[in-house]
């Protein structure tokens, strides 16, 4: 007697041959991956990789060249940024793009009012992130520029968090911190994770991004040259030979036809 079959989880996030770049400049070449509910998908790779332009485009915030990216099914290759926050997107840029001279509170209630929530609904959501976030919590009315490095990077995650995105996309949010502090963010993307979130992580911290992975994608001049399951890269030297342009050829397991 065999056991229950189990039904396929379609993508949260799909990216297809993905192309774009910034006037003559081409950035993004053909870059493929997804993202599932509750998974995350680390994007690796050195200066320069097009692992920033990747999110940008994803995110609405660069105008996409070629390619599909489709959201809970949908295509919205098209679609304008804030509808498809609307939809359920939410990225944190890198660099810790806050408000220095607003409280951390005053920080959060404009990341709700951007996401369109009403005021009346706000005080759950603050709950909710300072439940997530006791750090914020206790500082709730101290100017941002008066917090730690990673108290602003927890800021600005919290900002994205308010409306509950189904995705969150991460742009290098442990640049600049103490690893103690990097730990405890990779920690929290963790958590998001088993609460159903799809995340999708770009990082230059190789390890703290392999530990929390399911999946991983590795760009080089704006093409994946490495499509695997974080679980099938047992040692950093399969990246090491992707990050110096010895692996040429995605996962075999990856739908991804690799680089033209």
């Known amino acids: 007697m065999t056991g229950p079959v189990e039904v396929?989880?379609?993508?949260l996030l799909e990216v297809r041959n993905l192309a774009a770049g910034y006037g003559d400049i081409r950035a993004v070449w053909d870059v493929s991956l997804t993202v599932h509910p509750g998974k995350l998908?680390?994007?690796?790779?050195?200066?320069?990789?097009?692992?920033t332009s990747t999110l940008r485009v994803i995110a609405g915030l660069t105008k996409i060249?070629?390619?599909?990216?489709?959201?809970?099914e949908e295509d919205i290759s098209g679609l304008q940024t804030h509808?498809?926050?609307?939809?359920?997107?939410?990225?944190?840029?890198?660099?810790k793009r806050v408000f220095h001279r607003l409280t951390?509170?005053?920080?959060?209630?404009?990341?709700?009012?951007?996401?369109?929530?009403?005021r009346r609904k706000m005080p759950a959501h603050l709950t909710r992130i300072y439940d997530m976030f006791p750090a914020l919590g206790e500082r709730r009315r101290v100017v941002v520029g008066q917090l730690s490095g990673g108290q602003q990077q927890m800021v600005a995650i919290g900002q994205a968090l308010m409306a509950e995105p189904s995705l969150l996309m991460l742009d290098e949010p442990s640049g600049g911190l103490a690893p103690a502090i990097v730990d405890e963010v990779m920690s929290?993307?963790?958590?998001?994770?088993?609460?159903?979130?799809?995340v999708l992580l770009v990082e230059q911290q190789v390890e703290a991004a392999i530990e929390v992975a399911d999946h991983v994608v590795v760009l080089e001049i704006g093409r994946v040259i490495l499509d695997s399951p974080a679980r099938e890269i047992v040692d950093l030297d399969v990246l090491k030979e992707a990050y110096f342009g010895k692996a040429r050829v995605t996962n075999e397991s990856s739908d991804n036809d690799g680089p033209r």
Do not use: H, W
Not at 41 to 48: D, E, H, P, Q, S
Not at 65 to 72: A, D, K, L, N, V
């Open 65 to 72: 060249g070629g390619g599909s990216i489709s959201f809970r």
């Open 83 to 95: 509808r498809r926050v609307v939809k359920g997107m939410a990225l944190v840029q890198d660099g």
């Open 8 to 11: 396929p989880v379609a993508p």
């Open 104 to 118: 951390v509170e005053e920080n959060l209630f404009l990341g709700g009012y951007t996401l369109g929530i009403r």
């Open 41 to 51: 998908t680390a994007i690796l790779g050195r200066n320069g990789a097009g692992k």
């Open 188 to 198: 929290i993307l963790v958590n998001l994770k088993k609460a159903g979130m799809g």
